[in-house]
């Protein structure tokens, strides 16, 4: 989705006129375009979020000029088991640093973790095998109720992966693991994002993407060279941008 974005050329315009600028992005709306879309991406990243409209949302029967993102977002990656610091060579070998139990929990790349469609754990051999693609394994969620990963994601969107450590012990033991490292034991294979956009994001981007335009040169603003502060107002865009997205660092 090339020109993905989290607000509308509308609401570039409102915020334009909030800002008393005169500019009109009906002008030159491919530029418009790729100030929301440029706006769009890295703030996803920074705070490693991904939210996307719901069916039948307001924002769709705005948007003609910008994709508006409607599902959840893929990610492929890799993760290391953590373990504990406490063991030395003579112990036989990391351990895996567990809490609710057996479970090790993993800290995951992105916020709103959905679904995990799979799951590839390290063996002994050195292969991997499919946890959410065998019947030898349950998913769970939480609280844990004994299933042999689950997805936990806290108020503020921070997820993790939990994984029963017990799966990966040499049969008979209690303390010994059939893998001599834990790193890069997990590949996973997983969705993530928040349904439905929020209005502090979608001003946000709209501010930002108008503080750009403010700045194109090949962004006509009518007697922009008598516009007073324009610079200024540029900037007050962006810190109005960044208050309406603090609550989300």
Excluded at 35 to 46: D, G, M
Excluded at 91 to 103: A, E, H, L
Excluded at 221 to 226: A, E, G, K, L, Y
């Amino acid at each position: 989705m090339l020109d993905m974005g989290y607000c509308t050329l509308e609401d570039v315009r409102r915020a334009l006129r909030e800002a008393d600028l005169p500019g009109d992005v009906s002008q030159d709306k491919r530029i418009a375009v790729d100030a929301v879309t440029s706006q769009t991406e890295p703030l996803r990243k920074s705070l490693k979020r991904h939210w996307y409209a719901q069916e039948g949302a307001r924002i769709l029967d705005e948007a003609s000029e910008i994709t508006i993102p409607t599902s959840p977002k893929t990610r492929d990656d890799e993760y290391d088991i953590p373990t504990s610091a406490a063991w030395t060579v003579d112990d036989g070998g990391p351990m895996p640093k567990t809490s609710q139990g057996s479970y090790a929990k993993i800290d995951l790349a992105r916020r709103d973790a959905e679904a995990v469609s799979a799951l590839h754990v390290r063996t002994e051999d050195g292969t991997y095998e499919d946890w959410a693609a065998s019947a030898d394994y349950t998913a769970g969620s939480w609280p844990p109720s004994g299933a042999d990963y689950y997805l936990r994601v806290n108020n503020g969107g921070w997820s993790r992966l939990y994984l029963d450590t017990t799966n990966l012990l040499k049969d008979g033991e209690d303390d010994e693991y059939v893998l001599d490292s834990f790193a890069n034991s997990i590949y996973l294979e997983w969705s993530h994002g928040h349904e439905g956009i929020p209005e502090n994001v979608r001003r946000a981007v709209a501010f930002r993407a108008a503080a750009d335009l403010t700045e194109r040169p090949s962004f006509s603003i009518p007697d922009n060279s008598q516009v007073y502060g324009a610079e200024s107002k540029a900037e007050d865009l962006r810190e109005q941008a960044d208050e309406l997205l603090k609550v989300y660092t």
